[in-house]
């Protein structure tokens, strides 16, 4: 029911020239869609010129284009290490579990005109698709009232619309506008830190992702298979299970150093972890829920 939704994140997706390091252009939004589109000089189009290739193409929601941590997200909330980078200025999203939210999948022009499809997916959960439309989503009656609340289908993939011959809406940059939307709705099955991505790996990569993670209180114990990496001690996982009395993945972890020695041999030592890519679609409920 519409009453039960506890937040809609309108998600713009865009494509975007970025300069090196940067995670954000104009003024970031997944709450005001005017917003993230920005006025004259700040659209996104407005952010498609190279500068003789010095600065990145890169996929961008709500104008963020997704940072990943060098900590697997779960473990960073759970062990309390130091979680900055999970933040909605990284497009990390706190929901809680057994509630309600919306997502409005806004579709815009990337650099080259084209209204590209996107195969959004999401982790740890499935997703009512509720409807779709061309244009710019307003939440106006008539949008409203062409949603289906009564039997929608129920996947945990869904296409994005686009429009226009050989899907181009607009014939000049500077017309390019909204190109279609999609809204979903979902409700927050397991505690955990989930993935909220465009399905094309290509795009995953250039930063057209988003998690959708639960409060740090919620996330249960680790398995007893646990391994270390990125931010991870064993000073800090010894700090943590032992306050929960989860004493096994402690000792666990001590044999996998290969000595009862390493809790204090290698309490800081700092452990690499998979990659930015497989860290964060690893890192969701410690595999084993």
Not at 75 to 101: P, R
Not at 164 to 191: A, H, L, M
Not at 201 to 228: E, F, K, Q, R
Request: aromatic share 8%; with cysteine.
């Amino acid at each position: 029911l519409d009453r039960q939704v506890q937040r809609t994140f309108v998600m713009l997706s865009t494509q975007e020239r970025m300069d090196e390091g940067s995670t954000w252009n104009a003024v970031p939004s997944v709450d005001n869609l005017t917003v993230a589109i920005g006025a004259n000089g700040q659209r996104p189009q407005d952010h498609c010129d190279s500068a003789e290739n010095t600065r990145p193409l890169r996929w961008l929601l709500g104008r963020r284009s997704w940072k990943g941590s060098g900590t697997p997200s779960l473990a960073a909330l759970y062990f309390d290490l130091g979680n900055t980078k999970i933040s909605e200025e990284n497009n990390y999203f706190q929901v809680q579990v057994d509630k309600v939210y919306d997502i409005v999948i806004q579709n815009y022009p990337a650099c080259n005109g084209v209204c590209e499809t996107h195969a959004w997916h999401t982790h740890g959960m499935h997703f009512w698709v509720l409807g779709t439309g061309r244009g710019e989503w307003t939440g106006s009656r008539k949008q409203l009232a062409s949603l289906n609340k009564d039997d929608p289908p129920y996947r945990d993939v869904t296409q994005s619309v686009s429009e226009g011959i050989n899907n181009k809406p607009r014939d000049s940059r500077d017309e390019y506008g909204p190109c279609g939307w999609t809204v979903v709705r979902f409700k927050v099955q397991s505690p955990g830190a989930w993935y909220f991505h465009c399905h094309q790996l290509w795009h995953i990569v250039m930063g057209s992702n988003a998690v959708l993670y639960t409060p740090a209180s919620s996330i249960p114990p680790p398995p007893d298979n646990l391994l270390l990496c990125g931010d991870m001690t064993l000073k800090s996982v010894v700090a943590k299970t032992s306050l929960t009395g989860t004493i096994s993945t402690v000792n666990h972890t001590a044999t996998n150093l290969k000595s009862k020695k390493a809790v204090s041999s290698h309490s800081d030592t700092h452990y690499p972890c998979a990659g930015a890519l497989a860290t964060a679609m690893a890192a969701q409920a410690w595999m084993a829920l």
